[in-house]
């Protein structure tokens, strides 16, 4: 049976898919009010799929899913680079009232096999670069019966995408009612933990849980129903479930998909979004290499005009943060530089239509988020976990407070315990870990709050300010309670080719650093220096790149007081990619396994 769902426009449209019981009814929504709008593209309009499109291939999907035995409640499993197919796939799945849920790629075959049973998963989908881990995976746990691979062959007694999308449906199968025989109160997803603290939680997240996060960021952000939006977060991260996947289905997005992140700003110029969300990292690097070219510039007057265009721009942030009134004179400039420089810099990005930014996941240097605001990009920062279904705080687009990340959005709560620890409250709470009952009566207490682990301040004005996480404050030797997060932020400040800093002195006399340079400034510093090697692990032996590195230590040290001061640092002679032995796959240091990895390192920067 087809869907019959009506099909407001425009806003009323939005409003119409946040005011619903499910996410399938707002899916259902949206495409039919865009039916002729792309909704799903690749690069360069490689693949385009509208909204109607994406419609009837759901229901094809879900028809041929039910036919494979998937039923309400069962787990579908995903391992897929950032492509069309994912959505697709997953939104049919979700379509019967299953859940699907989606495996970090970098995973090993013993994490994927511990999440593939955990789970309990009946289906799994993957791209062929992926086959081998995951039928590894398989073979080891034996729960899951159907395996589809989305391109190239499948291995014997598996499936291809292309068998799904030609499978005959039963005739017996009644894809409305299957759909609208989903709950508000029905799992939608399950997000594991990244696992920076042990093995990965499932986080059991509702439909009601994400349409209330919707409903409490329109309330704030107010997105552009019908805009762009680049995916290219991990599918696993909630993060881009929320804000791309299910987001769409609210908003009626176009989601150009990236299958790889070091592409992420050829995708944006490309599809030119309209929401721009990254973790700090990118927006790290973003500002390196921005300052590499102008450093690179040859028109020596080019040069200095850019520069001196930042600065008037830094000069007005920093008044209108300070509370101060802008005087005209640094106005009138600022204008200019808007028109002459900033404007240009933007469009050459492909933000220009861009009209919220935010930040989120990990803390941000101050200096990157004067950066972006003085050239026209105000970074609103955020803060949320999986077990809050992403966002639980956010600042307002019109009330910048750099350093904060905001009062909490409508439908949520917070205070703080009595040391320190953020509480949370509201309806996007997680309905609990899969197969931990323990697990979840230890993070929400009887009241209903979660406990977070992290450790807050909030202001008079009601926004919060992240300090640290509770079990990753160092305390030193004599007692000292200090925030790695802090130092290292410093530490990062302090200069640009630091590029990851981890902060050590837990039960410690002082605090050292292991410093891990960045690959985009040391290729700048490379060619100002004349070395020939710009690589971090070349650089990392050279005499100038330390001596900046230890003056850039140096200025951290001045902001902190002596106790946090770092005494001695070791630069690594390694990068640290993402999903790596040291990085999650959205840039969160892994604290443990670095204090393994680099035990040697950390005890000789004690020695003697």
Not at 6 to 33: H, I, K, R, W, Y
Not at 558 to 573: C, D, N, T
Request: with cysteine.
């Amino acid at each position: 049976m087809a869907s019959t769902a009506s099909a407001p426009t425009g806003d009323a449209a939005t409003l119409a898919a946040l005011n619903v019981a499910t996410l399938c009814e707002s899916f259902q929504m949206t495409a039919a009010a865009r039916a002729d709008q792309v909704a799903l593209r690749t690069i360069a309009d490689g693949v385009t799929v509208t909204f109607a499109e994406y419609a009837q291939r759901v229901q094809q999907f879900a028809g041929a899913l039910h036919a494979l035995g998937v039923q309400q409640g069962d787990t579908v499993g995903f391992m897929l680079s950032n492509r069309p197919e994912f959505h697709l796939v997953d939104t049919a799945a979700m379509h019967l009232g299953a859940v699907p849920f989606s495996i970090y790629n970098t995973s090993s075959t013993e994490q994927i096999a511990f999440l593939l049973s955990d789970a309990g998963c009946r289906v799994m989908v993957v791209d062929g670069a992926f086959l081998e881990h995951a039928q590894a995976a398989i073979e080891q746990v034996g729960v899951v019966e159907h395996l589809v691979v989305v391109d190239g062959p499948a291995p014997e007694g598996g499936l291809t995408l292309s068998d799904l999308e030609s499978a005959e449906i039963p005739a017996s199968f009644d894809f409305e009612a299957a759909w609208r025989a989903v709950a508000g109160s029905d799992l939608l997803t399950l997000i594991y933990t990244s696992g920076t603290t042990g093995p990965p939680k499932g986080v059991q997240l509702t439909h009601a849980n994400e349409l209330a996060e919707c409903r409490g960021i329109e309330a704030v952000g107010h997105p552009r129903p019908g805009g762009s939006v680049v995916s290219f977060l991990p599918h696993a991260h909630i993060a881009d479930r929320g804000l791309s996947h299910y987001a769409q289905m609210v908003w009626g997005h176009t989601v150009t998909c990236c299958p790889d992140v070091t592409q992420v700003f050829a995708h944006v110029a490309d599809c030119r979004p309209t929401f721009f969300g990254a973790v700090p990292r990118v927006w790290e690097k973003l500002k390196a290499a921005l300052e590499a070219g102008i450093e690179a510039e040859p028109d020596g007057g080019r040069r200095a005009a850019v520069k001196g265009a930042i600065e008037v721009g830094l000069q007005k942030i920093r008044a209108e943060l300070n509370g101060d009134r802008v005087p005209e004179e640094l106005q009138a400039a600022y204008e200019r530089a808007e028109e002459a420089v900033f404007s240009t810099m933007r469009a050459r990005l492909g933000l220009d239509r861009s009209e919220w930014y935010v930040i989120g996941a990990a803390p941000c240097p101050l200096e990157v988020l004067e950066f972006f605001a003085a050239i026209g990009i105000p970074i609103c920062e955020v803060w949320g976990m999986s077990e809050t279904t992403s966002i639980a705080t956010l600042v307002p687009q019109d009330q910048l407070r750099l350093g904060t990340v905001g009062p909490p959005i409508p439908g949520v709560e917070i205070r703080l315990a009595d040391d320190g620890e953020l509480l949370v409250r509201g309806d996007t709470i997680m309905a609990g870990y899969r197969n931990q009952p323990e697990k979840t009566a230890e993070t929400i207490d009887a009241h209903g709050w979660l406990h977070t682990g992290d450790v807050g301040a909030i202001d008079e004005a009601g926004f919060l300010k992240i300090v640290d996480r509770k079990k990753e404050l160092i305390i030193n030797a004599a007692g000292k309670n200090m925030s790695p997060a802090n130092i290292e932020q410093q530490l990062k400040q302090g200069s640009p080719l630091i590029g990851q800093a981890v902060a050590i002195g837990d039960g410690r006399p002082y605090n050292v650093a292991l410093i891990v340079l960045d690959p985009d400034a040391c290729a700048a510093f490379a060619g100002q220096h004349g070395l020939g090697d710009p690589s971090p692990e070349a650089m990392s032996g050279e005499e100038a790149v330390l001596d900046e590195v230890s003056a850039g230590v140096e200025r951290a040290n001045s902001h902190l007081s002596r106790v946090e001061q770092i005494k001695r640092f070791r630069v690594l002679p390694v990068d640290w990619p993402p999903a790596g032995d040291e990085l999650t796959p959205t840039m969160k240091l892994k604290r443990r396994p670095i204090a393994e990895k680099y035990a040697g390192e950390i005890d000789a920067l004690y020695a003697g």
